[in-house]
Every structure is written in structure tokens, then in C-alpha cells.
């Protein structure tokens, strides 16, 4: 009987929605199934399927740079790393502050398309703020030296 009353109770909340709680909860579902189906995409090895899902999710919510973000690893994963370079550039100016994690997959997308000065522009704002393994800021000098910078 408890359990009847409460789906009566929800039933009857669910009914009271004014038409714009009514709009943004689709929104929302939209949301979900949209970025869920591209993750299992991108699982399965559907990287395509994933990017067009991203594309409409990134349609119906340009101003969430976390779609940008997927959407650039779906680009990835699709074989498009000019795509996932303007998806992570977009989701930087999104997000207005610098991520660590954003820039170093700027950098290495730079480095992998051959775009050095770009790549050096990246991992050298990550040495400035003192994100770099030592690792990488080897390989920035690496690059410095290779590039007739220093």
C-alpha cells in the first residue's frame, strides 16, 4: 500500500510540472542518452557513430565544454586529430581558466600532426606553471633544440 501511495505521490509531482520544468527535464534525458550511447560507441569501437552523436549532443549544448572535450576524443578516435584540436580549443575558451590536462592534450595532438610551434606554445605554458614531468620537459627541450629555439 506504501508503495502505491508513493507512485501515486510521484505521479501527481510529475503532473504538477510547469511546462518549462516539463522542457528542461527532456532536455536533460537528451543530454543522458545522447553523451551514454556516444560513451558505448566509443567502447565498442563505433568512434564515428560517436562522433555524431557528440555533434548533436555538442548542437543542443554548445556552452558545456565538457562535450567539447568528448567530442575531441571521439575525434581522436576517429582519426580526425585537426577536429580534436578545434574541439579542445573550444572547450579551452569555454572554460575561460587553463586546465593542465587540457593543454597536455592540446600539446601532444600538436606534436602528433606536426604543428611544433603549437605544441612547443602548449608544453611551454605547462613548464611556466610548473606541470611538467621531467620527462616531458626534456622532450620540450628536445623540441626547443630541434626547432632553433631555446
Same mark, same amino acid.
Given at each position: 500500500m506504501r =508503495? +502505491?501511495?508513493?507512485?501515486?505521490?510521484?505521479?501527481?509531482?510529475? &503532473?504538477?510540472? &510547469?511546462?518549462?520544468?516539463?522542457?528542461?527535464?527532456?532536455r536533460l534525458e537528451?543530454?543522458?542518452?545522447?553523451?551514454?550511447?556516444?560513451?558505448l560507441a566509443l567502447s565498442e569501437g563505433q568512434a564515428k557513430r560517436a562522433v555524431s552523436l557528440l555533434?548533436?549532443?555538442v548542437g543542443q +549544448?554548445?556552452?558545456d565544454? !565538457?562535450?567539447? =572535450?568528448?567530442?575531441a576524443e571521439a575525434y581522436q578516435a576517429a582519426g580526425n586529430d585537426a577536429a580534436a584540436i578545434l574541439s579542445l580549443k573550444?572547450? @579551452?575558451?569555454?572554460?575561460?581558466? =587553463?586546465?593542465? &590536462?587540457?593543454?597536455?592534450s592540446l600539446a601532444e595532438l600538436?606534436?602528433?600532426?606536426?604543428q611544433m610551434k603549437n605544441a612547443i606554445l602548449q608544453f611551454s605554458r605547462l613548464r611556466d606553471r610548473g606541470l611538467l614531468? @621531467? !620527462?616531458?620537459?626534456?622532450?620540450?627541450?628536445?623540441m626547443l633544440s630541434k626547432n632553433g629555439q631555446s
Open positions: =508503495i +502505491f501511495v508513493g507512485l501515486v505521490l510521484v505521479g501527481l509531482a510529475l &503532473s504538477c510540472e &510547469s511546462p518549462l520544468q516539463k522542457e528542461e527535464r527532456a537528451l543530454y543522458d542518452r545522447l553523451t551514454q550511447d556516444a560513451r555533434q548533436k549532443a +549544448f554548445p556552452a565544454a !565538457n562535450l567539447h =572535450i568528448s567530442l573550444q572547450a @579551452e575558451e569555454l572554460l575561460g581558466e =587553463i586546465d593542465p &590536462s587540457l593543454m597536455r600538436y606534436k602528433r600532426t606536426k614531468t @621531467e !620527462n616531458e620537459l626534456l622532450e620540450l627541450a628536445d
